[in-house]
C-alpha cells in the first residue's frame, strides 16, 4: 500500500504549545506561546482600522474574480514602499518587485523555492536559535541549513561576534536568514551600525540576504524598524525579503504576506521575475485576495493609515510595558533572578533564563505556557496575569 509505512512525525514545536494551551481546563492558564499580540484584556482584538477596511471592501468590490499570481498590485506596491521606501535605488533601476503571498511563511516559501531553482547546492543560514519554521522549510525543499551563532538563549546574551565569526565562513552564493526587526526567539536586534558591518562582510564574501521581516512596527517604529532592510536591499546587490502583515495588522488568519525580490540588474529581474511567479503557479495558483485587499485600502487611505500607525504604536507600547513591568516584578520578588535582559529586547519575544526543569514545572504545576526551549510572547502579559505568572517563577528561585 501506497498510504502505510510513515511514522508519525511531532507537531510543530509552537503549535503543540498552543493545543496543551487549549486543552487545559485550569481557569488561571496563561498563554505565553504562539506569537500573537494580545490586549489589555488578553484579547487579540481586530484592528479598528482594519474593520473598517473590510466593510469598505463588503459594500464596494465588485468582483470575486481570479487574482494573477503576482496577487494584488497595489498591496504590492504600498507594501514595498513601507519596507524599503519608494526612494529606493533598486525600484528606478526595475530591479525590485513584490508578490503577495500567503502569509509571510508564504513569503519564505517561494524565496526558498526561487533560491534552489537558481542553485539547488546553495547552503541556506539559520540563526542559532530561530523560528522553527526556517529550518522545516529549507529541509523540505531539499536546501541545506547551517547555523550561525546568534544568542545564548541561557545566559541572556547576543552572540553578534560569533555571528560575524560564523558567517565569515560561508560561502560566496550562500543565502543568509535574518530577522529584519525583533528577532524571533530571543528579541535581541542588531544595532544600526551592526547592520552596517553585517552588510560589509556579506558584501565582501558575496552572501546574499533573505530578510524575514515579520514584525515590521513591533520594535521602535514602523519606519524605524526598516533599517536592516533598506541596508541590506540597497547595499547588496540582490536580496529576498519576506514580509508578513499578521502582526501588525492583526490579521493572522487572513495570510496576508508578501515576498521581495531584488535582482542584480533589470534583465535578469524578468528572467527570475518568471521563475518565482511560476513557482507561485505550481503552488497554489494565486494569493487569498481578502487580507492583502484590506491592508491595500488602508495603506492607500490617509485617514486610515494613520489610525492604523496609532494602533500599531499602541501594541508596541503595551508590549515595551509589560516588558518593564515584568522586570521591576522579577527584581522584587527575586532580586537575583537576572531578567533585567528582557525589559530592553525587542518585540513580542525573550527567553527566560530557566533550567528545563523549571520551564517544565512553570508548565505543568502553574499551567503557563510557553515553548520548552525558554521563548516566551511577553505579549501575552496583561495587568491581570502579570502577578500570577511573577509569582510563579520567583517560587522557582526561593530555595
Ligand atoms: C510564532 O513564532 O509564534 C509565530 O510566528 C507564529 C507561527 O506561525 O509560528
Not at 513584490?98 to 509571510?104: A, E, I, L, S
Not at 518585540?347 to 499551567?367: K, R, V, W
Request: aromatic share 8%.
Amino acid at each position: 500500500m501506497l498510504f502505510s509505512g510513515l511514522s508519525e512525525v511531532g507537531d510543530d514545536p509552537i503549535l503543540r504549545v498552543s493545543k496543551m494551551y487549549r486543552a487545559c481546563t485550569d481557569p488561571n492558564k496563561v498563554d505565553l506561546g504562539v506569537g500573537v499580540y494580545k490586549d489589555a484584556k488578553g484579547n487579540t482584538a481586530i484592528l479598528n482600522s482594519v474593520k473598517k477596511a473590510e466593510q469598505h471592501l463588503v459594500d464596494n468590490q465588485e468582483t470575486k474574480t481570479y487574482l494573477s499570481p503576482a496577487g494584488n498590485a497595489v498591496f504590492n506596491r504600498l507594501v514595498q514602499e513601507m519596507m524599503i521606501g519608494a526612494d529606493h535605488p533598486a525600484v528606478g533601476e526595475g530591479r525590485v518587485s513584490t508578490y503577495q503571498t500567503p502569509g509571510g511563511t508564504g513569503g519564505v516559501r517561494i524565496g526558498l523555492e526561487f533560491v534552489k531553482k537558481c542553485n539547488p547546492n546553495t547552503n541556506v543560514w539559520i540563526s542559532d536559535p530561530t523560528w522553527p519554521n526556517h529550518t522545516a522549510i529549507t529541509k523540505s525543499l531539499g536546501l541545506t541549513p547551517k547555523q550561525y551563532r546568534y544568542y545564548n538563549s541561557k545566559r541572556g546574551e547576543f552572540l553578534y561576534k560569533e555571528m560575524l565569526e560564523d558567517l565569515s565562513g560561508a560561502s560566496a552564493g550562500d543565502v543568509v536568514i535574518l530577522h529584519g526587526c525583533c528577532h524571533n526567539a530571543s528579541g535581541a536586534d542588531l544595532s544600526h551600525d551592526q547592520w552596517n558591518e553585517l552588510a560589509d562582510l556579506m558584501l565582501e564574501k558575496g552572501l546574499v540576504p533573505f530578510i524575514d521581516f515579520a514584525y515590521q512596527g513591533f520594535a521602535d517604529g514602523i519606519e524605524e524598524d526598516a533599517y536592516a532592510a533598506r541596508v541590506m536591499s540597497s547595499r547588496l546587490p540582490e536580496a529576498l525579503i519576506a514580509s508578513s502583515c499578521s502582526k501588525n495588522f492583526a490579521m493572522y488568519r487572513d495570510r496576508a504576506g508578501a515576498i521581495t525580490l531584488v535582482s542584480p540588474n533589470a534583465d535578469e529581474h524578468v528572467k527570475n521575475t518568471s521563475h518565482m511567479l511560476s513557482a507561485v503557479r505550481a503552488n497554489y495558483s494565486m494569493p487569498p485576495d481578502h487580507g492583502a485587499a484590506v491592508v491595500a485600502h488602508i495603506l492607500g487611505d490617509a485617514n486610515l493609515r494613520r489610525e492604523w500607525e496609532d494602533e500599531v504604536d499602541a501594541m508596541r507600547s503595551r508590549v515595551k510595558k509589560m516588558r518593564h513591568l515584568f522586570v521591576e516584578q522579577m527584581n522584587e520578588k527575586a532580586p537575583n533572578s537576572g531578567f533585567g535582559y528582557i525589559a530592553d529586547q525587542k518585540g513580542m519575544f525573550s527567553y527566560l533564563t530557566l533550567t528545563a526543569d523549571q520551564i517544565q514545572t512553570l508548565i505543568n504545576d502553574h499551567h503557563i505556557f510557553f515553548m520548552a526551549n525558554g521563548r516566551v510572547n511577553m505579549a501575552g502579559l496583561t495587568e491581570a496575569n502579570m502577578d500570577y505568572v511573577t509569582d510563579a517563577i520567583a517560587s522557582l528561585f526561593k530555595a
